[in-house]
């Protein structure tokens, strides 16, 4: 049985002399952003007065927050089954990915046959792939899952085959001299190695698995934040559509966050993780 600390074996000590960053604090990691948007919405504000922009063209931060607010309980109905599809993908998705990246780096044979052809999928673009999996599969969830799931895969598939792969030579080494189990090596060496490749495929896949489903439901969908942009879109309530836009991106930021949260509890070793 191997007895090391693996946490530390993985990520190494600190080399004398070097000295870690501060943290920053939560003021400033919230406040610096939320700072740089308040300038973006004031801006935004000013040349759409300034210039006269009509409504129907860009309308003004204070027109979308008023749409925002007369339609909240329109935006969150349609926000219900958007998060449900993303969520599904995303999980389904990013699963898949892990499962096969753990072929790979076992069997080197199944990566060079099925990599090439990951590669291919990645390559077709989603609005094409849409339409065919709303005629073979309905108007439902289901489509709208899988568009979600294969914008989810490619990222995790192959940051989840680098982790496991970026172990060190000394390190299996050491666990090859106290006669670790390949099960053993894996567990307590390569799934640790991988740990922050995977979160940072999953931050990605958290945003684009809601990208998505919001493509998705433009092809055959009756509910949801895409089918509002399109009906926003069609009755030149542009207002709406924003407003629409913005409740997305809300989403999509509630995911990120999600994620970010079970790093910083999960990949505890990790410096950039407690930054």
Same mark, same amino acid.
């Given at each position: ?44 504000q000013?040349?759409?007065v300034?210039f ?5 063209i ?5 027109? !979308?927050?008023? /749409?925002?607010?007369?339609?909240? @309980?329109? =935006?969150?109905?349609? &926000?219900?089954?958007? *998060? $449900?599809? #993303? ?19 076992h069997?080197?044979a199944?990566?060079d ?15 094409a792939i ?11 969830y289901?489509p709208?899952?899988?568009?979600a ?32 189990s ?8 390569? !799934?640790?190695? /991988?740990?922050?490749?995977?979160? @940072?495929? =999953?931050r990605?896949? &958290?945003?684009?698995? *809601? $990208?998505? #489903? ?5 092809i ?19 207002p ?9 991106s ?10 970010t ?15």
């Amino acid at each position: 049985m191997v007895g090391t600390n693996t946490e530390t074996l993985v990520m190494g000590s600190a080399k004398p002399g070097t000295k870690r960053k501060p943290k920053k604090s939560a003021l400033r990691r919230i406040g610096t952003p939320l700072a740089a948007v308040a300038v973006l919405v004031i801006l935004w504000q000013v040349v759409c007065v300034v210039f006269k922009v009509p409504y129907y063209i860009v309308p003004s931060p204070i027109e !979308v927050g008023t /749409s925002f607010g007369e339609n909240i @309980s329109t =935006l969150l109905e349609h &926000a219900v089954p958007t *998060v $449900i599809e #993303a969520g599904a993908g995303f999980l389904v998705g990013n699963s898949i990915a892990i499962v096969l990246a753990v072929l790979f780096v076992h069997w080197k044979a199944a990566e060079d046959a099925l990599m090439p052809v990951a590669v291919f999928i990645q390559t077709v673009p989603i609005v094409a792939i849409a339409p065919v999996l709303v005629l073979m599969l309905g108007t439902g969830y289901a489509p709208k899952v899988v568009i979600a799931a294969l914008i989810s895969f490619f990222p995790t598939l192959v940051n989840m085959v680098k982790g496991l792969k970026a172990v060190e030579k000394e390190h299996l080494e050491l666990f090859r001299l106290l006669s670790a189990s390949r099960s053993e090596t894996f567990w307590k060496l390569r !799934v640790f190695a /991988s740990m922050p490749f995977l979160f @940072s495929s =999953l931050r990605i896949t &958290a945003t684009t698995s *809601v $990208i998505g #489903a919001i493509v998705a439901e433009w092809i055959g969908s009756q509910r949801g934040l895409g089918y509002m942009i399109i009906q926003a879109t069609y009755n030149f309530d542009t207002p709406l559509l924003y407003a629409t836009m913005i409740m997305a991106s809300l989403v999509a930021v509630v995911f990120f966050s999600l994620v970010t949260i079970v790093e910083r509890l999960v990949v505890t070793w990790s410096a950039e993780s407690k930054m």
